[in-house]
């Protein structure tokens, strides 16, 4: 699979919405910065968290090309989508009461994608596909709602956390043994965070 070339390639958030809540860096200031700037990188993002398979991927940006108004609007509904999961398990990561709005954004969607939404058997289980879907340009939101429903209601949501980096403000599922996970990335926000306290420490000795 080729490179994002985005921060937002770094799927350390153990769970598809949580990772697709990460599609914005440095979420929690001022500044943040979106990866999802048009419809294409909408579907190459999905495509690299393989919600989409590469044919697909051509089929819905051919008919992008054909509907570029209805190809914007889904890019709205995904970010409109995206922000009420962030800021759903961002409360939960805080151990506040989630917004209505949110509930009721995030309800929207699931009302849509169980109209899609159909049972099928799979070797000795069963699994819900969106296949009906398939043609739309908005397929990759299903999912990815469907991920978020099955971490909201799932027993284990002290395991959703938020990088304690600032401003970094990416989300991820801890699914480490003690429930010891601090950061999105030692290598990244771990060792700022480190090197910050170090040179805080040398600056400030008491
Ligand atoms: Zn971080």
Redesign the pocket.
Known sequence: MSKLNTSAENLIGERLCLDFANTVSWHNSDTPKEWLINYEKLVEWSRYADILSSPQQMSLLEKANHHPDQAAKVLEEAIELREAIFCLFRSIAAGLETDSLDRAILNKYLTRAYSLAEIIPEESTYTLSFQKGENELDYMLWPIVQSAIDLLLSEKLDRVKQ?E?EP?G?LFYDSSRNKSRR??SMA??GNREKARRHYKKKSDPK
Do not use: A, P, S
């Open positions: 990088c980096g970094c990416w950061w999105c990244d926000c």
